[in-house]
Protein backbone atom coordinates (compact mmCIF):
# COMPACT_ATOMS: atom_id res chain seq x y z
CA UNK A 1 0.00 0.00 0.00
CA UNK A 2 1.26 3.63 -0.66
CA UNK A 3 1.64 5.86 2.02
CA UNK A 4 -0.02 9.31 -0.68
CA UNK A 5 -3.37 8.33 -2.89
CA UNK A 6 -5.31 10.87 -3.78
CA UNK A 7 -4.36 13.36 -0.92
CA UNK A 8 -1.26 15.59 -1.49
CA UNK A 9 1.80 14.99 0.30
CA UNK A 10 1.60 17.63 2.76
CA UNK A 11 -1.51 16.35 3.83
CA UNK A 12 -0.01 12.83 4.72
CA UNK A 13 3.07 14.46 6.08
CA UNK A 14 0.48 16.27 8.46
CA UNK A 15 -1.60 13.05 9.28
CA UNK A 16 1.98 11.35 10.20
CA UNK A 17 2.95 14.40 12.46
CA UNK A 18 0.15 13.57 14.45
CA UNK A 19 1.05 10.25 14.80
CA UNK A 20 1.88 9.87 17.88
CA UNK A 21 36.32 -2.23 29.40
CA UNK A 22 36.95 -1.60 32.68
CA UNK A 23 40.24 -0.05 32.59
CA UNK A 24 43.35 -1.76 34.49
CA UNK A 25 46.48 -0.52 34.72
CA UNK A 26 48.35 -3.41 33.53
CA UNK A 27 51.82 -2.80 32.52
CA UNK A 28 52.29 -2.25 29.29
CA UNK A 29 54.83 -5.44 28.99
CA UNK A 30 52.26 -7.40 30.18
CA UNK A 31 48.86 -5.78 28.70
CA UNK A 32 46.60 -8.81 26.88
CA UNK A 33 43.72 -7.95 24.96
CA UNK A 34 40.59 -8.32 26.74
CA UNK A 35 38.15 -9.43 24.19
CA UNK A 36 34.86 -9.52 25.99
CA UNK A 37 32.65 -12.57 25.37
CA UNK A 38 29.42 -12.18 23.56
CA UNK A 39 26.39 -12.62 25.42
CA UNK A 40 25.04 -15.05 23.15
CA UNK A 41 28.21 -16.87 23.33
CA UNK A 42 28.94 -17.14 26.95
CA UNK A 43 28.95 -20.97 27.96
CA UNK A 44 28.38 -22.32 24.56
CA UNK A 45 25.66 -21.21 21.53
CA UNK A 46 21.84 -21.46 22.65
CA UNK A 47 19.02 -22.79 20.39
CA UNK A 48 16.34 -20.25 20.87
CA UNK A 49 12.59 -21.43 21.25
CA UNK A 50 9.94 -19.88 19.62
CA UNK A 51 9.05 -17.67 22.44
CA UNK A 52 12.16 -16.02 23.32
CA UNK A 53 13.69 -15.54 19.76
CA UNK A 54 13.95 -11.68 18.64
CA UNK A 55 12.51 -11.29 15.11
CA UNK A 56 13.27 -7.74 12.88
CA UNK A 57 12.22 -5.71 10.49
CA UNK A 58 13.95 -3.69 8.37
CA UNK A 59 13.04 -0.44 7.15
CA UNK A 60 15.39 1.01 4.25
CA UNK A 61 16.59 -2.07 2.30
CA UNK A 62 19.89 -0.22 0.43
CA UNK A 63 23.25 -1.62 0.97
CA UNK A 64 23.63 -0.56 4.60
CA UNK A 65 19.89 -1.90 5.35
CA UNK A 66 20.97 -5.54 3.87
CA UNK A 67 24.38 -5.60 5.56
CA UNK A 68 22.69 -4.97 8.80
CA UNK A 69 20.15 -7.40 8.65
CA UNK A 70 22.68 -10.32 7.31
CA UNK A 71 24.55 -9.52 10.11
CA UNK A 72 21.81 -9.71 12.90
CA UNK A 73 20.91 -12.75 11.68
CA UNK A 74 24.17 -14.18 12.39
CA UNK A 75 23.56 -14.01 16.10
CA UNK A 76 21.52 -16.97 17.46
CA UNK A 77 18.19 -16.55 18.33
CA UNK A 78 17.24 -14.00 15.62
CA UNK A 79 14.91 -14.14 12.56
CA UNK A 80 13.94 -11.36 10.30
CA UNK A 81 10.19 -11.51 9.24
CA UNK A 82 9.64 -8.31 7.32
CA UNK A 83 11.32 -5.82 5.12
CA UNK A 84 10.11 -2.36 3.93
CA UNK A 85 11.54 0.20 0.97
CA UNK A 86 9.98 2.53 -1.42
CA UNK A 87 11.77 1.02 -4.58
CA UNK A 88 9.97 -1.95 -5.94
CA UNK A 89 13.35 -3.78 -6.85
CA UNK A 90 14.34 -3.89 -3.62
CA UNK A 91 11.32 -5.37 -2.00
CA UNK A 92 12.21 -8.10 -4.45
CA UNK A 93 15.59 -8.22 -3.56
CA UNK A 94 14.57 -8.76 0.04
CA UNK A 95 12.36 -12.03 -0.58
CA UNK A 96 15.13 -13.19 -2.74
CA UNK A 97 17.75 -12.85 0.24
CA UNK A 98 15.20 -13.81 3.30
CA UNK A 99 12.68 -16.26 1.61
CA UNK A 100 9.72 -15.92 -0.20
CA UNK A 101 7.53 -15.61 2.37
CA UNK A 102 8.65 -12.56 4.06
CA UNK A 103 6.20 -9.50 4.89
CA UNK A 104 7.49 -6.31 2.17
CA UNK A 105 5.88 -3.13 2.20
CA UNK A 106 6.55 0.24 0.93
CA UNK A 107 4.61 1.35 3.69
CA UNK A 108 6.50 1.15 7.49
CA UNK A 109 3.50 1.84 9.26
CA UNK A 110 2.47 -1.29 7.99
CA UNK A 111 5.55 -3.18 9.98
CA UNK A 112 4.96 -1.00 13.12
CA UNK A 113 1.58 -3.06 13.52
CA UNK A 114 2.91 -6.35 13.17
CA UNK A 115 2.26 -8.29 16.71
CA UNK A 116 5.43 -10.59 14.99
CA UNK A 117 7.47 -7.37 15.13
CA UNK A 118 10.01 -7.02 18.13
CA UNK A 119 12.56 -4.75 16.46
CA UNK A 120 13.11 -2.88 13.65
CA UNK A 121 16.51 -1.62 11.90
CA UNK A 122 16.03 1.98 10.45
CA UNK A 123 18.41 2.18 7.72
CA UNK A 124 16.36 4.72 5.74
CA UNK A 125 17.80 8.06 4.51
CA UNK A 126 19.10 10.68 7.24
CA UNK A 127 16.10 13.01 6.77
CA UNK A 128 13.22 10.02 7.76
CA UNK A 129 15.51 8.44 10.71
CA UNK A 130 13.44 10.85 14.00
CA UNK A 131 9.67 10.04 12.60
CA UNK A 132 10.54 6.43 11.87
CA UNK A 133 12.47 6.12 15.35
CA UNK A 134 9.82 7.85 17.43
CA UNK A 135 6.86 5.81 15.42
CA UNK A 136 8.51 2.53 16.00
CA UNK A 137 8.91 3.35 20.28
CA UNK A 138 6.11 4.38 20.19
CA UNK A 139 4.60 1.09 18.64
CA UNK A 140 6.72 -0.81 21.12
CA UNK A 141 9.46 -1.69 18.92
CA UNK A 142 13.21 -2.02 20.01
CA UNK A 143 15.16 -0.04 17.43
CA UNK A 144 18.44 0.28 16.36
CA UNK A 145 19.12 3.35 13.93
CA UNK A 146 21.85 3.78 11.86
CA UNK A 147 24.23 7.07 11.95
CA UNK A 148 23.90 9.07 12.40
CA UNK A 149 20.94 9.40 14.58
CA UNK A 150 19.27 12.44 13.40
CA UNK A 151 19.68 14.90 10.59
CA UNK A 152 19.33 17.78 12.72
CA UNK A 153 20.13 18.00 16.19
CA UNK A 154 17.18 19.48 17.92
CA UNK A 155 15.62 16.64 16.40
CA UNK A 156 17.45 14.16 18.74
CA UNK A 157 15.63 15.19 21.98
CA UNK A 158 12.31 13.75 21.29
CA UNK A 159 14.02 10.41 20.40
CA UNK A 160 16.05 10.75 24.22
CA UNK A 161 12.78 11.24 25.32
CA UNK A 162 10.94 8.57 23.67
CA UNK A 163 13.27 5.99 24.65
CA UNK A 164 12.91 7.27 28.14
CA UNK A 165 9.20 7.59 28.38
CA UNK A 166 8.49 3.58 26.53
CA UNK A 167 11.68 2.33 27.85
CA UNK A 168 12.11 0.78 24.17
CA UNK A 169 16.04 -0.20 23.82
CA UNK A 170 17.67 2.02 21.28
CA UNK A 171 20.86 1.19 19.59
CA UNK A 172 22.48 3.47 17.32
CA UNK A 173 24.51 2.20 14.10
CA UNK A 174 28.08 3.35 14.76
CA UNK A 175 29.62 0.02 15.44
CA UNK A 176 33.01 1.50 15.72
CA UNK A 177 32.39 1.74 19.75
CA UNK A 178 31.59 -2.10 20.15
CA UNK A 179 35.02 -3.31 18.91
CA UNK A 180 38.00 -4.43 20.44
CA UNK A 181 40.34 -2.59 19.14
CA UNK A 182 38.79 0.46 20.50
CA UNK A 183 37.98 -1.82 23.89
CA UNK A 184 42.16 -2.74 23.97
CA UNK A 185 42.73 1.74 23.23
CA UNK A 186 39.89 2.70 25.90
CA UNK A 187 41.95 0.68 28.45
CA UNK A 188 45.36 1.91 27.93
CA UNK A 189 44.58 5.23 27.94
CA UNK A 190 42.62 5.13 31.00
CA UNK A 191 45.79 3.07 32.70
CA UNK A 192 48.08 6.01 31.86
CA UNK A 193 49.93 4.51 28.79
CA UNK A 194 50.12 7.64 26.68
CA UNK A 195 49.73 10.56 29.52
CA UNK A 196 47.16 12.95 29.18
CA UNK A 197 46.04 13.47 25.25
CA UNK A 198 46.29 16.70 23.65
CA UNK A 199 45.43 16.29 20.40
CA UNK A 200 43.72 13.30 17.59
CA UNK A 201 42.91 13.16 14.10
CA UNK A 202 41.16 11.41 11.99
CA UNK A 203 42.09 10.81 8.06
CA UNK A 204 39.54 8.58 5.56
CA UNK A 205 40.64 9.23 2.50
CA UNK A 206 38.70 7.90 -0.88
CA UNK A 207 39.18 7.01 -4.65
CA UNK A 208 36.30 5.65 -5.87
CA UNK A 209 33.11 6.15 -7.46
CA UNK A 210 31.08 4.34 -5.40
CA UNK A 211 33.27 5.06 -2.21
CA UNK A 212 32.24 8.68 -3.49
CA UNK A 213 28.39 7.91 -2.96
CA UNK A 214 28.01 7.16 -7.48
CA UNK A 215 25.92 4.32 -6.27
CA UNK A 216 24.33 2.29 -9.06
CA UNK A 217 20.88 3.33 -10.49
CA UNK A 218 18.44 0.69 -11.47
CA UNK A 219 17.40 0.54 -15.31
CA UNK A 220 13.74 0.71 -14.26
CA UNK A 221 14.06 3.52 -11.65
CA UNK A 222 11.02 5.60 -12.12
CA UNK A 223 8.10 7.10 -10.52
CA UNK A 224 6.28 3.73 -11.26
CA UNK A 225 8.87 2.17 -9.67
CA UNK A 226 9.71 4.41 -6.70
CA UNK A 227 7.29 5.99 -4.18
CA UNK A 228 8.82 9.67 -4.68
CA UNK A 229 5.94 11.55 -2.96
CA UNK A 230 6.94 9.50 0.40
CA UNK A 231 10.33 9.52 0.05
CA UNK A 232 10.20 13.32 0.01
CA UNK A 233 8.64 13.69 3.42
CA UNK A 234 9.12 16.83 5.10
CA UNK A 235 12.03 17.62 2.47
CA UNK A 236 11.24 20.63 -0.40
CA UNK A 237 9.23 19.62 -2.87
CA UNK A 238 11.19 18.52 -5.86
CA UNK A 239 10.32 16.45 -8.93
CA UNK A 240 11.31 12.90 -9.77
CA UNK A 241 14.94 12.54 -9.92
CA UNK A 242 16.71 9.28 -9.42
CA UNK A 243 19.87 10.58 -8.23
CA UNK A 244 18.19 12.04 -5.54
CA UNK A 245 16.67 8.37 -4.19
CA UNK A 246 19.80 6.42 -4.95
CA UNK A 247 22.18 9.03 -4.70
CA UNK A 248 20.64 10.88 -1.78
CA UNK A 249 24.03 11.31 0.47
CA UNK A 250 25.35 13.84 -2.22
CA UNK A 251 22.06 15.98 -1.03
CA UNK A 252 21.35 18.01 1.75
CA UNK A 253 17.76 18.00 1.50
CA UNK A 254 18.45 13.82 2.64
CA UNK A 255 21.27 12.90 4.18
CA UNK A 256 24.59 15.20 5.98
CA UNK A 257 27.44 15.13 4.00
CA UNK A 258 30.78 13.67 4.76
CA UNK A 259 30.35 15.29 8.32
CA UNK A 260 27.25 12.54 8.97
CA UNK A 261 28.37 10.02 6.71
CA UNK A 262 31.95 9.32 8.10
CA UNK A 263 32.77 12.09 10.77
CA UNK A 264 30.04 10.63 13.26
CA UNK A 265 32.25 7.62 12.97
CA UNK A 266 34.98 9.25 14.61
CA UNK A 267 33.90 11.17 16.92
CA UNK A 268 31.99 8.14 18.23
CA UNK A 269 34.92 6.30 18.56
CA UNK A 270 36.85 9.23 19.84
CA UNK A 271 34.07 9.51 22.37
CA UNK A 272 33.75 6.15 23.10
CA UNK A 273 37.57 5.83 24.08
CA UNK A 274 38.11 8.98 26.05
CA UNK A 275 35.09 9.15 27.90
CA UNK A 276 33.95 12.32 26.54
CA UNK A 277 30.93 14.27 26.54
CA UNK A 278 31.81 15.98 23.00
CA UNK A 279 33.63 19.12 21.73
CA UNK A 280 32.08 22.94 22.36
CA UNK A 281 33.86 24.49 19.20
CA UNK A 282 33.55 23.40 15.75
CA UNK A 283 35.42 25.00 12.52
CA UNK A 284 35.22 23.45 8.94
CA UNK A 285 36.16 24.08 5.60
CA UNK A 286 36.78 22.25 2.13
CA UNK A 287 35.28 22.78 -1.42
CA UNK A 288 33.50 20.40 -4.51
CA UNK A 289 37.08 19.63 -6.06
CA UNK A 290 36.21 16.86 -8.17
CA UNK A 291 32.50 15.54 -8.27
CA UNK A 292 30.93 17.82 -10.10
CA UNK A 293 27.77 15.90 -10.46
CA UNK A 294 24.83 18.05 -9.35
CA UNK A 295 25.91 17.20 -5.76
CA UNK A 296 25.26 20.58 -3.09
CA UNK A 297 27.89 18.93 -0.57
CA UNK A 298 31.56 19.24 -0.81
CA UNK A 299 33.90 16.17 -1.57
CA UNK A 300 36.61 17.22 0.53
CA UNK A 301 35.98 18.35 3.95
CA UNK A 302 38.72 19.20 6.96
CA UNK A 303 37.20 20.37 10.21
CA UNK A 304 38.80 21.22 13.52
CA UNK A 305 37.23 20.58 17.23
CA UNK A 306 38.03 21.86 20.72
CA UNK A 307 37.43 19.64 23.57
CA UNK A 308 37.13 21.43 26.93
CA UNK A 309 38.88 19.88 29.85
CA UNK A 310 36.27 17.85 31.92
CA UNK A 311 36.59 15.35 34.55
CA UNK A 312 37.53 12.02 32.13
CA UNK A 313 40.34 14.48 30.13
CA UNK A 314 42.39 17.38 29.87
CA UNK A 315 41.63 20.10 27.43
CA UNK A 316 42.51 18.82 23.42
CA UNK A 317 42.16 19.34 19.81
CA UNK A 318 40.99 17.31 16.88
CA UNK A 319 41.29 17.49 13.19
CA UNK A 320 39.70 15.56 10.85
CA UNK A 321 39.81 14.96 7.07
CA UNK A 322 37.74 13.49 4.12
CA UNK A 323 39.28 13.51 0.48
CA UNK A 324 36.64 11.41 -1.69
CA UNK A 325 39.11 11.81 -4.45
CA UNK A 326 42.31 10.84 -3.36
CA UNK A 327 45.24 10.14 -6.19
CA UNK A 328 46.97 8.58 -3.30
CA UNK A 329 44.99 5.98 -3.10
CA UNK A 330 42.28 4.91 0.03
CA UNK A 331 43.54 6.24 3.40
CA UNK A 332 42.55 5.47 6.71
CA UNK A 333 43.95 7.20 10.16
CA UNK A 334 42.80 7.34 14.07
CA UNK A 335 45.55 8.70 15.86
CA UNK A 336 45.44 9.94 19.78
CA UNK A 337 48.62 11.65 21.01
CA UNK A 338 49.71 11.76 24.81
CA UNK A 339 51.83 13.40 26.37
CA UNK A 340 53.72 9.71 27.03
CA UNK A 341 52.65 8.70 23.63
CA UNK A 342 50.18 7.63 21.27
CA UNK A 343 47.91 4.81 19.64
CA UNK A 344 47.37 4.50 16.00
CA UNK A 345 43.60 2.92 15.54
CA UNK A 346 43.58 0.71 11.94
CA UNK A 347 40.94 -1.93 10.99
CA UNK A 348 42.28 -4.91 12.20
CA UNK A 349 44.40 -3.62 15.24
CA UNK A 350 46.41 -0.55 17.06
CA UNK A 351 50.12 0.12 17.64
CA UNK A 352 51.25 2.08 21.19
CA UNK A 353 54.25 3.99 20.43
CA UNK A 354 55.83 5.29 23.78
CA UNK A 355 58.44 7.89 23.94
CA UNK A 356 58.95 8.50 27.40
CA UNK A 357 59.58 12.57 28.05
CA UNK A 358 63.42 12.77 30.01
CA UNK A 359 63.47 14.78 33.11
CA UNK A 360 66.63 16.20 31.78
CA UNK A 361 65.54 19.11 29.03
CA UNK A 362 69.38 19.44 28.18
CA UNK A 363 71.63 22.11 27.58
CA UNK A 364 72.12 24.86 24.46
CA UNK A 365 75.59 26.81 25.26
CA UNK A 366 77.43 27.14 22.04
CA UNK A 367 76.20 30.79 21.95
CA UNK A 368 77.41 32.10 25.61
CA UNK A 369 81.01 32.33 26.87
CA UNK A 370 82.91 29.37 27.72
CA UNK A 371 83.03 30.38 31.44
CA UNK A 372 78.99 30.40 31.48
CA UNK A 373 78.93 27.12 29.50
CA UNK A 374 81.14 25.79 32.92
CA UNK A 375 78.62 27.68 34.87
CA UNK A 376 75.59 26.15 33.58
CA UNK A 377 76.75 22.29 33.28
CA UNK A 378 78.17 22.48 36.71
CA UNK A 379 74.81 23.66 37.72
CA UNK A 380 72.88 21.59 35.65
CA UNK A 381 74.68 18.55 36.72
CA UNK A 382 73.31 19.41 39.86
CA UNK A 383 69.91 19.12 39.23
CA UNK A 384 70.31 16.47 36.98
CA UNK A 385 72.83 14.42 38.46
CA UNK A 386 71.96 11.58 36.87
CA UNK A 387 71.78 12.68 33.16
CA UNK A 388 68.97 11.40 30.70
CA UNK A 389 68.90 10.95 26.99
CA UNK A 390 66.15 10.54 24.94
CA UNK A 391 64.60 7.26 24.53
CA UNK A 392 63.58 5.92 20.97
CA UNK A 393 59.78 4.98 21.16
CA UNK A 394 58.59 1.36 22.51
CA UNK A 395 55.93 -0.28 20.35
CA UNK A 396 53.27 -2.51 21.37
CA UNK A 397 50.56 -3.76 18.70
CA UNK A 398 47.09 -5.45 19.32
CA UNK A 399 46.08 -7.38 16.46
CA UNK A 400 41.94 -8.78 16.41
CA UNK A 401 41.99 -12.71 16.78
CA UNK A 402 41.62 -14.46 13.52
CA UNK A 403 38.24 -15.75 14.59
CA UNK A 404 37.32 -12.04 15.85
CA UNK A 405 33.25 -11.55 13.62
CA UNK A 406 33.83 -7.76 13.62
CA UNK A 407 32.72 -5.02 15.20
CA UNK A 408 29.06 -4.32 13.64
CA UNK A 409 28.62 -8.48 14.82
CA UNK A 410 29.10 -7.30 17.99
CA UNK A 411 27.23 -4.22 18.20
CA UNK A 412 24.37 -6.43 17.25
CA UNK A 413 25.10 -8.82 19.86
CA UNK A 414 24.83 -5.80 21.98
CA UNK A 415 21.66 -4.75 21.48
CA UNK A 416 20.13 -8.39 21.78
CA UNK A 417 21.09 -8.43 24.71
CA UNK A 418 19.82 -5.51 26.49
CA UNK A 419 16.56 -6.95 24.47
CA UNK A 420 16.56 -10.13 26.50
CA UNK A 421 18.44 -8.59 29.85
CA UNK A 422 17.83 -4.95 29.98
CA UNK A 423 21.55 -4.57 29.89
CA UNK A 424 22.65 -1.06 28.88
CA UNK A 425 23.45 -0.58 24.95
CA UNK A 426 26.48 1.03 24.25
CA UNK A 427 25.33 3.65 22.10
CA UNK A 428 21.86 4.96 23.26
CA UNK A 429 20.00 8.12 22.02
CA UNK A 430 22.44 10.87 24.28
CA UNK A 431 25.63 9.03 22.84
CA UNK A 432 24.19 9.00 19.64
CA UNK A 433 23.30 12.54 19.55
CA UNK A 434 26.39 13.86 21.32
CA UNK A 435 28.27 12.48 17.92
CA UNK A 436 25.39 13.15 15.75
CA UNK A 437 25.17 17.06 16.89
CA UNK A 438 28.87 18.47 16.18
CA UNK A 439 29.01 17.29 13.26
CA UNK A 440 25.62 19.17 12.23
CA UNK A 441 27.78 22.37 13.50
CA UNK A 442 30.70 21.41 11.20
CA UNK A 443 28.12 21.65 8.41
CA UNK A 444 26.77 24.81 9.74
CA UNK A 445 30.33 26.15 9.57
CA UNK A 446 31.38 24.95 6.05
CA UNK A 447 28.45 26.36 4.64
CA UNK A 448 28.32 29.77 6.47
CA UNK A 449 31.76 30.12 6.63
CA UNK A 450 31.75 30.83 10.56
CA UNK A 451 32.88 28.79 13.93
CA UNK A 452 30.36 27.18 15.64
CA UNK A 453 29.78 26.20 18.86
CA UNK A 454 28.13 23.28 20.45
CA UNK A 455 26.73 22.63 23.75
CA UNK A 456 28.34 19.04 25.09
CA UNK A 457 26.14 18.33 27.90
CA UNK A 458 22.49 20.39 27.16
CA UNK A 459 23.60 18.92 23.29
CA UNK A 460 22.74 21.94 21.84
CA UNK A 461 23.73 24.27 18.69
CA UNK A 462 25.19 27.39 20.12
CA UNK A 463 25.64 30.18 16.91
CA UNK A 464 28.71 32.22 17.67
CA UNK A 465 29.29 35.62 17.12
Not at 76 to 81: I, K, S
Not at 393 to 412: A, L
Request: hydrophobic share 35%; aromatic share 10%; charged share 25%.
Amino acid sequence: MKYVTDNTRRSFIKKLSASAVVATGVPLATASPKVAVSFLEKGGRKNWTANDRIRIAVIGTGGMGIGDVNTALMVDGVEVVAACDLYDGRLVRAKELWGKDLFTTKDYREILERSDVDAVINATTDHWHQKICLDAMQKGKHVYCEKPMVQKSEDGHAIIAMQKKTGKVFQVGSQYVSSIIHAKAKELIASGEIGEINFAEAQIDRHSARGAWQYTIPLDASPQTVDWDTYLGQAPDRPWDPLRFFRWRNYRDYGTGVAGDLYVHMLSMLHFVTGSKGPNRVMATGGLRYWKDGRDVPDLHLGLFDYPESSEHPAFNLALRTNLVSGGGDNFLFRIVGSEGDISIGFTGLTLRKTPFPKDPGMSLNSFPEAMQEAIRADHQKKYPATASLVGPSEFEFKVPSDYKGDRYEHFVNFFDSIRTGKPVVEDAVFGLRASGPTEAGNISYFEKKIMGWDPVKMELVHQV
